[in-house]
Protein backbone atom coordinates (compact mmCIF):
# COMPACT_ATOMS: atom_id res chain seq x y z
CA UNK A 1 0.00 0.00 0.00
CA UNK A 2 2.70 2.54 0.71
CA UNK A 3 4.47 1.91 -2.59
CA UNK A 4 1.70 2.75 -4.21
CA UNK A 5 0.86 6.09 -2.35
CA UNK A 6 4.89 6.39 -3.12
CA UNK A 7 4.77 5.74 -6.97
CA UNK A 8 1.64 8.33 -7.19
CA UNK A 9 3.45 10.73 -5.59
CA UNK A 10 5.96 10.59 -7.71
CA UNK A 11 4.19 10.70 -11.00
CA UNK A 12 2.33 13.81 -9.84
CA UNK A 13 5.65 15.20 -9.14
CA UNK A 14 6.90 14.34 -12.69
CA UNK A 15 4.02 15.59 -14.28
CA UNK A 16 3.54 18.81 -12.09
CA UNK A 17 7.34 19.07 -13.10
CA UNK A 18 6.68 18.80 -16.48
CA UNK A 19 3.76 21.21 -16.80
CA UNK A 20 6.02 23.86 -14.53
CA UNK A 21 8.44 23.28 -17.14
CA UNK A 22 6.34 23.64 -20.30
CA UNK A 23 4.45 26.88 -19.14
CA UNK A 24 7.53 28.88 -17.12
CA UNK A 25 10.16 27.85 -19.54
CA UNK A 26 12.49 30.98 -20.53
CA UNK A 27 12.41 31.17 -24.64
CA UNK A 28 14.42 34.27 -24.64
CA UNK A 29 17.33 31.98 -25.27
CA UNK A 30 15.28 30.32 -28.06
CA UNK A 31 15.75 33.87 -30.33
CA UNK A 32 16.52 36.97 -29.72
CA UNK A 33 15.30 39.49 -32.65
CA UNK A 34 17.01 39.31 -35.91
CA UNK A 35 16.77 42.83 -36.62
CA UNK A 36 15.70 45.23 -39.09
CA UNK A 37 18.56 44.78 -41.23
CA UNK A 38 17.85 41.24 -42.65
CA UNK A 39 19.59 40.76 -46.25
CA UNK A 40 18.12 37.37 -47.30
CA UNK A 41 16.16 34.39 -45.97
CA UNK A 42 17.00 30.60 -47.53
CA UNK A 43 14.08 28.73 -46.91
CA UNK A 44 14.36 25.14 -48.13
CA UNK A 45 11.60 22.77 -46.58
CA UNK A 46 9.41 20.46 -48.18
CA UNK A 47 6.98 22.49 -49.96
CA UNK A 48 9.97 23.83 -51.84
CA UNK A 49 12.94 26.21 -51.76
CA UNK A 50 13.48 29.24 -52.38
CA UNK A 51 16.25 32.47 -51.85
CA UNK A 52 15.00 35.87 -50.83
CA UNK A 53 17.19 38.99 -51.26
CA UNK A 54 16.78 42.49 -50.68
CA UNK A 55 16.93 44.90 -54.03
CA UNK A 56 16.77 48.70 -54.41
CA UNK A 57 13.34 49.21 -53.50
CA UNK A 58 11.91 45.64 -52.57
CA UNK A 59 13.03 42.13 -52.90
CA UNK A 60 13.45 39.63 -55.57
CA UNK A 61 13.00 35.87 -55.16
CA UNK A 62 15.13 32.74 -56.73
CA UNK A 63 13.34 29.69 -56.95
CA UNK A 64 15.48 26.58 -58.81
CA UNK A 65 14.45 25.31 -61.55
CA UNK A 66 15.46 22.03 -63.81
CA UNK A 67 17.80 24.42 -66.06
CA UNK A 68 18.41 27.33 -63.88
CA UNK A 69 17.09 30.08 -60.84
CA UNK A 70 14.36 31.90 -61.82
CA UNK A 71 13.92 34.85 -61.13
CA UNK A 72 10.53 36.91 -59.44
CA UNK A 73 9.64 39.82 -57.58
CA UNK A 74 8.80 39.25 -53.74
CA UNK A 75 6.30 40.45 -51.84
CA UNK A 76 7.96 43.00 -48.57
CA UNK A 77 5.17 42.39 -46.56
CA UNK A 78 5.21 38.71 -46.62
CA UNK A 79 8.65 38.72 -46.59
CA UNK A 80 8.46 40.65 -43.09
CA UNK A 81 5.72 38.80 -41.68
CA UNK A 82 7.78 35.84 -42.06
CA UNK A 83 10.73 37.29 -40.08
CA UNK A 84 8.19 37.95 -37.55
CA UNK A 85 6.99 35.05 -37.93
CA UNK A 86 10.47 33.37 -36.95
CA UNK A 87 10.55 35.83 -33.95
CA UNK A 88 7.29 35.18 -32.49
CA UNK A 89 7.28 31.52 -31.96
CA UNK A 90 7.87 30.08 -28.89
CA UNK A 91 9.25 26.80 -27.69
CA UNK A 92 8.03 25.18 -25.04
CA UNK A 93 11.18 23.24 -23.46
CA UNK A 94 14.63 22.76 -24.27
CA UNK A 95 16.57 19.65 -24.53
CA UNK A 96 19.88 21.01 -22.44
CA UNK A 97 23.40 18.92 -23.40
CA UNK A 98 21.05 16.54 -25.94
CA UNK A 99 19.65 14.25 -23.18
CA UNK A 100 19.63 11.50 -25.98
CA UNK A 101 22.85 12.18 -28.12
CA UNK A 102 23.31 15.34 -30.38
CA UNK A 103 21.11 16.91 -33.07
CA UNK A 104 21.13 14.26 -35.00
CA UNK A 105 19.05 11.73 -32.29
CA UNK A 106 16.29 14.16 -33.05
CA UNK A 107 15.73 13.91 -36.43
CA UNK A 108 17.52 16.97 -37.39
CA UNK A 109 20.50 15.71 -39.37
CA UNK A 110 18.03 15.47 -42.60
CA UNK A 111 15.44 18.42 -41.21
CA UNK A 112 11.98 19.24 -43.25
CA UNK A 113 13.12 23.00 -42.87
CA UNK A 114 16.22 24.47 -43.02
CA UNK A 115 15.83 28.60 -42.87
CA UNK A 116 19.01 30.66 -43.20
CA UNK A 117 19.44 34.60 -42.75
CA UNK A 118 22.03 36.98 -42.86
CA UNK A 119 22.56 40.50 -42.20
CA UNK A 120 23.41 43.68 -43.52
CA UNK A 121 25.36 44.80 -40.40
CA UNK A 122 29.08 44.05 -40.84
CA UNK A 123 30.33 40.83 -38.89
CA UNK A 124 27.27 39.92 -38.45
CA UNK A 125 27.24 35.66 -38.36
CA UNK A 126 24.09 34.11 -40.60
CA UNK A 127 21.46 32.78 -38.67
CA UNK A 128 20.14 28.83 -39.12
CA UNK A 129 17.32 27.16 -37.72
CA UNK A 130 16.58 23.35 -38.37
CA UNK A 131 13.22 21.71 -37.66
CA UNK A 132 12.01 18.38 -38.06
CA UNK A 133 8.55 16.93 -36.65
CA UNK A 134 8.48 14.44 -33.67
CA UNK A 135 7.36 11.08 -33.11
CA UNK A 136 5.04 12.82 -30.04
CA UNK A 137 3.72 15.00 -32.73
CA UNK A 138 5.42 17.92 -31.70
CA UNK A 139 8.91 19.73 -33.19
CA UNK A 140 12.21 19.86 -33.09
CA UNK A 141 14.20 22.90 -33.76
CA UNK A 142 17.70 23.47 -33.32
CA UNK A 143 19.52 27.41 -33.66
CA UNK A 144 23.03 28.55 -34.63
CA UNK A 145 22.46 31.15 -31.87
CA UNK A 146 21.86 28.43 -29.24
CA UNK A 147 23.98 25.23 -30.72
CA UNK A 148 24.22 23.36 -27.86
CA UNK A 149 20.17 23.16 -27.15
CA UNK A 150 16.91 21.44 -28.47
CA UNK A 151 13.89 23.23 -28.42
CA UNK A 152 10.45 21.77 -28.82
CA UNK A 153 8.06 23.67 -30.16
CA UNK A 154 4.02 22.82 -31.17
CA UNK A 155 3.57 20.87 -33.95
CA UNK A 156 1.57 23.84 -35.85
CA UNK A 157 4.88 25.85 -36.00
CA UNK A 158 5.90 24.23 -39.23
CA UNK A 159 2.60 25.00 -40.88
CA UNK A 160 3.64 28.78 -40.14
CA UNK A 161 7.09 28.58 -41.61
CA UNK A 162 7.42 25.48 -44.26
CA UNK A 163 6.13 27.29 -46.44
CA UNK A 164 5.09 27.17 -50.98
CA UNK A 165 7.32 28.98 -52.55
CA UNK A 166 4.60 30.73 -54.43
CA UNK A 167 3.47 32.56 -50.85
CA UNK A 168 6.46 34.85 -51.08
CA UNK A 169 5.47 35.87 -54.77
CA UNK A 170 4.57 39.00 -56.01
CA UNK A 171 1.62 37.99 -58.25
CA UNK A 172 0.48 41.71 -59.71
CA UNK A 173 -0.03 41.29 -63.59
CA UNK A 174 0.74 44.66 -63.56
CA UNK A 175 2.42 47.81 -61.68
CA UNK A 176 1.80 51.56 -62.04
CA UNK A 177 -0.24 54.02 -60.45
CA UNK A 178 -3.64 54.50 -61.29
CA UNK A 179 -4.17 58.09 -60.78
CA UNK A 180 -0.99 58.77 -63.39
CA UNK A 181 -2.53 56.89 -66.00
CA UNK A 182 -2.10 58.97 -69.33
CA UNK A 183 -2.85 56.34 -72.06
CA UNK A 184 -4.12 53.10 -72.47
CA UNK A 185 -4.42 50.73 -75.15
CA UNK A 186 -6.26 47.33 -75.80
CA UNK A 187 -4.83 44.70 -79.32
CA UNK A 188 -6.66 42.17 -80.43
CA UNK A 189 -5.47 40.57 -83.61
CA UNK A 190 -9.23 39.30 -84.58
CA UNK A 191 -11.55 41.92 -82.71
CA UNK A 192 -11.72 45.92 -81.36
CA UNK A 193 -8.48 47.77 -81.09
CA UNK A 194 -8.53 50.73 -79.31
CA UNK A 195 -5.88 53.64 -77.85
CA UNK A 196 -7.23 56.34 -75.40
CA UNK A 197 -5.69 58.97 -73.84
CA UNK A 198 -6.18 61.17 -70.56
CA UNK A 199 -6.74 65.15 -71.25
CA UNK A 200 -7.63 67.81 -69.03
CA UNK A 201 -11.15 67.13 -69.48
CA UNK A 202 -11.06 62.85 -69.08
CA UNK A 203 -10.33 60.23 -71.59
CA UNK A 204 -10.56 60.34 -75.63
CA UNK A 205 -9.54 57.90 -78.48
CA UNK A 206 -6.57 58.07 -80.44
CA UNK A 207 -7.71 55.05 -82.08
CA UNK A 208 -9.76 54.01 -84.12
CA UNK A 209 -9.57 56.39 -86.46
CA UNK A 210 -13.71 56.78 -86.78
CA UNK A 211 -13.30 57.52 -82.85
CA UNK A 212 -10.42 59.78 -82.80
CA UNK A 213 -10.79 63.41 -80.46
CA UNK A 214 -14.54 61.61 -79.62
CA UNK A 215 -14.77 61.18 -75.75
CA UNK A 216 -14.04 57.88 -73.96
CA UNK A 217 -16.28 57.03 -71.03
CA UNK A 218 -14.29 58.49 -67.85
CA UNK A 219 -16.50 56.01 -65.36
CA UNK A 220 -15.65 52.70 -67.28
CA UNK A 221 -12.13 53.08 -68.11
CA UNK A 222 -11.44 54.11 -64.93
CA UNK A 223 -13.29 50.80 -63.39
CA UNK A 224 -10.75 49.05 -65.83
CA UNK A 225 -7.95 50.79 -64.91
CA UNK A 226 -8.47 49.56 -60.90
CA UNK A 227 -9.38 45.59 -62.47
CA UNK A 228 -6.00 45.76 -63.91
CA UNK A 229 -4.60 47.08 -60.57
CA UNK A 230 -6.28 44.52 -59.20
CA UNK A 231 -5.17 42.19 -61.09
CA UNK A 232 -3.06 39.21 -60.29
CA UNK A 233 -1.80 35.51 -62.01
CA UNK A 234 -3.52 32.50 -60.57
CA UNK A 235 -0.01 31.08 -60.82
CA UNK A 236 3.43 31.42 -62.04
CA UNK A 237 5.76 29.46 -64.37
CA UNK A 238 8.76 28.68 -62.30
CA UNK A 239 10.37 27.15 -66.01
CA UNK A 240 11.64 29.00 -68.67
CA UNK A 241 9.28 29.15 -71.52
CA UNK A 242 9.38 30.20 -75.11
CA UNK A 243 6.94 32.86 -77.12
CA UNK A 244 8.60 33.16 -80.54
CA UNK A 245 6.52 33.30 -83.44
CA UNK A 246 3.07 32.68 -81.45
CA UNK A 247 0.74 35.72 -81.68
CA UNK A 248 -0.87 37.19 -78.78
CA UNK A 249 -4.95 36.86 -78.47
CA UNK A 250 -4.58 40.43 -76.07
CA UNK A 251 -1.96 42.92 -75.46
CA UNK A 252 -3.03 45.65 -73.05
CA UNK A 253 -0.30 48.58 -72.61
CA UNK A 254 -0.41 51.23 -69.92
CA UNK A 255 1.58 54.69 -69.83
CA UNK A 256 1.96 56.35 -66.56
CA UNK A 257 3.65 59.55 -65.74
CA UNK A 258 6.54 60.56 -67.53
CA UNK A 259 7.58 57.22 -68.43
CA UNK A 260 8.29 56.81 -72.60
CA UNK A 261 7.71 52.71 -71.82
CA UNK A 262 4.28 51.36 -70.94
CA UNK A 263 3.60 48.59 -68.57
CA UNK A 264 2.24 45.85 -71.11
CA UNK A 265 0.62 42.49 -70.68
CA UNK A 266 0.25 39.87 -73.72
CA UNK A 267 -1.93 36.78 -73.18
CA UNK A 268 -1.79 33.75 -75.62
CA UNK A 269 -4.00 31.05 -76.32
CA UNK A 270 -2.59 27.23 -74.69
CA UNK A 271 -3.06 24.31 -77.20
CA UNK A 272 -5.45 21.90 -76.00
CA UNK A 273 -6.41 24.30 -73.02
CA UNK A 274 -9.15 26.61 -73.75
CA UNK A 275 -9.77 27.46 -70.32
CA UNK A 276 -6.68 29.03 -69.81
CA UNK A 277 -4.00 31.89 -70.86
CA UNK A 278 -0.16 32.00 -70.51
CA UNK A 279 0.58 35.64 -70.26
CA UNK A 280 4.05 37.16 -70.42
CA UNK A 281 4.33 40.80 -68.39
CA UNK A 282 6.80 43.53 -68.26
CA UNK A 283 6.32 43.84 -64.33
CA UNK A 284 6.48 39.95 -63.73
CA UNK A 285 9.82 38.43 -64.34
CA UNK A 286 8.18 34.89 -65.51
CA UNK A 287 5.34 33.63 -67.66
CA UNK A 288 1.70 32.97 -65.66
CA UNK A 289 -0.94 31.84 -65.85
CA UNK A 290 -4.36 33.25 -66.17
CA UNK A 291 -7.92 31.73 -66.40
CA UNK A 292 -9.94 32.28 -69.59
CA UNK A 293 -13.01 33.73 -67.83
CA UNK A 294 -10.60 36.38 -66.23
CA UNK A 295 -8.69 36.88 -69.44
CA UNK A 296 -12.70 37.24 -71.29
CA UNK A 297 -13.62 40.26 -68.78
CA UNK A 298 -10.08 41.88 -69.80
CA UNK A 299 -12.04 42.09 -73.62
CA UNK A 300 -13.54 45.15 -74.01
CA UNK A 301 -14.41 46.87 -77.06
CA UNK A 302 -14.08 50.59 -78.59
CA UNK A 303 -18.00 50.51 -78.00
CA UNK A 304 -17.50 49.15 -74.38
CA UNK A 305 -15.33 51.97 -73.28
CA UNK A 306 -17.03 54.59 -75.22
CA UNK A 307 -18.49 57.84 -73.86
CA UNK A 308 -22.19 56.60 -75.11
CA UNK A 309 -24.41 59.48 -73.72
CA UNK A 310 -27.01 60.29 -75.67
CA UNK A 311 -27.68 63.62 -74.38
CA UNK A 312 -26.18 66.46 -72.86
CA UNK A 313 -28.29 68.75 -70.59
CA UNK A 314 -27.49 71.84 -67.94
CA UNK A 315 -30.74 70.54 -65.86
CA UNK A 316 -30.82 74.00 -64.20
CA UNK A 317 -31.58 76.04 -67.32
CA UNK A 318 -34.63 73.86 -68.23
CA UNK A 319 -37.93 75.95 -67.22
CA UNK A 320 -40.44 74.30 -69.00
CA UNK A 321 -41.32 70.90 -69.39
CA UNK A 322 -43.56 69.83 -72.95
CA UNK A 323 -45.02 66.02 -72.94
CA UNK A 324 -47.18 64.92 -75.96
CA UNK A 325 -48.22 61.58 -75.36
CA UNK A 326 -50.72 60.48 -78.55
CA UNK A 327 -53.62 62.98 -78.00
CA UNK A 328 -52.79 64.53 -74.16
CA UNK A 329 -50.42 67.46 -74.47
CA UNK A 330 -48.81 68.72 -70.67
CA UNK A 331 -46.70 71.14 -70.39
CA UNK A 332 -44.93 71.70 -66.81
CA UNK A 333 -43.74 75.68 -65.63
CA UNK A 334 -40.52 75.31 -62.85
CA UNK A 335 -41.80 77.02 -60.18
CA UNK A 336 -39.47 78.63 -56.79
CA UNK A 337 -40.44 74.92 -55.08
CA UNK A 338 -41.75 72.16 -57.70
CA UNK A 339 -43.13 71.96 -61.02
CA UNK A 340 -46.47 72.77 -61.83
CA UNK A 341 -48.55 71.57 -64.56
CA UNK A 342 -50.19 74.43 -66.63
CA UNK A 343 -53.99 74.83 -67.46
CA UNK A 344 -55.04 73.05 -64.25
CA UNK A 345 -52.30 74.76 -61.37
CA UNK A 346 -51.25 71.27 -59.95
CA UNK A 347 -48.13 70.59 -58.71
CA UNK A 348 -46.29 68.02 -60.52
CA UNK A 349 -43.42 65.94 -58.46
CA UNK A 350 -40.36 64.09 -59.63
CA UNK A 351 -39.59 66.01 -62.75
CA UNK A 352 -36.25 66.78 -62.13
CA UNK A 353 -35.58 63.17 -61.42
CA UNK A 354 -37.16 62.96 -65.25
CA UNK A 355 -34.62 65.53 -66.27
CA UNK A 356 -31.25 63.78 -64.65
CA UNK A 357 -32.68 60.26 -66.01
CA UNK A 358 -32.56 62.32 -69.96
CA UNK A 359 -28.71 62.93 -68.84
CA UNK A 360 -28.10 59.38 -67.73
CA UNK A 361 -29.43 57.57 -71.01
CA UNK A 362 -26.98 56.12 -73.42
CA UNK A 363 -27.00 54.43 -76.11
CA UNK A 364 -27.32 50.25 -75.74
CA UNK A 365 -25.66 49.66 -79.69
CA UNK A 366 -24.69 51.49 -82.90
CA UNK A 367 -27.17 54.63 -83.66
CA UNK A 368 -28.46 54.89 -86.82
CA UNK A 369 -28.91 57.52 -89.44
CA UNK A 370 -32.58 56.05 -90.69
CA UNK A 371 -35.50 55.11 -88.43
CA UNK A 372 -36.50 51.25 -89.38
CA UNK A 373 -39.55 51.10 -91.39
CA UNK A 374 -41.12 49.38 -87.93
CA UNK A 375 -40.53 51.88 -85.33
CA UNK A 376 -43.80 53.80 -84.69
CA UNK A 377 -43.09 57.16 -82.77
CA UNK A 378 -44.85 56.70 -79.31
CA UNK A 379 -44.11 60.18 -76.89
CA UNK A 380 -42.44 63.53 -77.91
CA UNK A 381 -40.93 65.88 -75.33
CA UNK A 382 -39.66 69.28 -75.64
CA UNK A 383 -36.96 71.32 -73.10
CA UNK A 384 -37.38 74.88 -73.01
CA UNK A 385 -35.41 77.53 -70.87
CA UNK A 386 -36.58 81.09 -69.55
CA UNK A 387 -36.36 83.21 -73.13
CA UNK A 388 -38.11 79.84 -74.69
CA UNK A 389 -35.43 78.48 -76.85
CA UNK A 390 -35.52 74.94 -77.48
CA UNK A 391 -32.33 72.97 -74.95
CA UNK A 392 -33.74 69.45 -76.42
CA UNK A 393 -36.57 68.05 -78.75
CA UNK A 394 -36.89 64.51 -77.49
CA UNK A 395 -38.42 61.50 -79.41
CA UNK A 396 -39.41 57.68 -78.60
CA UNK A 397 -40.28 54.97 -80.82
CA UNK A 398 -41.16 51.71 -80.65
CA UNK A 399 -39.58 49.04 -82.32
CA UNK A 400 -40.70 45.14 -82.71
CA UNK A 401 -37.51 44.52 -83.87
CA UNK A 402 -35.26 45.58 -81.12
CA UNK A 403 -33.95 43.55 -78.12
CA UNK A 404 -36.97 43.74 -75.41
CA UNK A 405 -36.66 46.50 -73.05
CA UNK A 406 -35.09 48.49 -75.33
CA UNK A 407 -36.74 51.80 -77.69
CA UNK A 408 -35.37 54.38 -80.47
CA UNK A 409 -34.52 57.42 -79.20
CA UNK A 410 -34.31 60.64 -81.57
CA UNK A 411 -32.49 63.82 -80.18
CA UNK A 412 -33.52 67.20 -82.90
CA UNK A 413 -32.53 66.20 -85.84
CA UNK A 414 -29.44 63.96 -85.02
CA UNK A 415 -29.28 59.97 -85.10
CA UNK A 416 -31.83 56.99 -83.39
CA UNK A 417 -30.20 55.69 -80.76
CA UNK A 418 -31.35 52.44 -79.18
CA UNK A 419 -32.19 53.03 -75.42
CA UNK A 420 -33.51 51.59 -72.68
CA UNK A 421 -37.29 51.70 -72.50
CA UNK A 422 -37.50 52.30 -68.62
CA UNK A 423 -37.46 55.78 -69.30
CA UNK A 424 -40.34 55.92 -71.74
CA UNK A 425 -42.34 53.37 -69.69
CA UNK A 426 -42.45 55.71 -66.55
CA UNK A 427 -43.22 59.01 -68.80
CA UNK A 428 -46.22 56.87 -70.21
CA UNK A 429 -47.20 56.13 -66.68
CA UNK A 430 -46.95 59.53 -65.73
CA UNK A 431 -48.76 61.05 -68.60
CA UNK A 432 -51.35 59.21 -69.90
CA UNK A 433 -51.80 59.16 -73.86
CA UNK A 434 -56.02 59.55 -73.52
CA UNK A 435 -56.23 62.27 -71.11
CA UNK A 436 -55.44 65.71 -71.98
CA UNK A 437 -53.89 68.35 -69.99
CA UNK A 438 -57.42 70.50 -69.12
CA UNK A 439 -58.53 66.93 -67.96
CA UNK A 440 -56.11 66.91 -65.32
Avoid at 25 to 49: E, M, T, Y
Avoid at 241 to 254: A, E, G, M, Y
Avoid at 292 to 297: K, N, R
Wanted: glycine fraction near 8%; aromatic fraction near 10%; charged fraction near 20%.
Amino acid sequence: MVSIVILAVVAGVGYWFNTIEKRDFDNSSWLSSPGDDVRSIQVQGAKGSILLETVKGGWKARVPSTSDDITAHALPDRVAEYVQRITEIAPYRSVVGFDRGGPEAYGLESPQLVVTLSFAKANSENLTIKMAPADNGSVYAWSSRSPSLVYEFDKDVLGLLDVETGWFLDKRVFQFDEKAITRLQLLQPFGSSWLVEKRKDGYFFNLPGYLKDEPASNSQLNLYIHSLALLRANSLVMEPVSFDNKIPSLTLRVWSGEKEAPSTVAFYAVEGAPDIYMGKSSWLTVPFILDGQSVAQLTRSAFDIQGRSVLKLDIGKVARFIVMHGRAEYEMQRGEKSWRLLGVEKDIPGIDMFLWRFTELQFEALPLNNLPATAMPLLYCKLVDEKGGALAEITFYADPKLPQGQCWMKNGDGMYYPVSSRLLKDLQGMFPANVSSADG
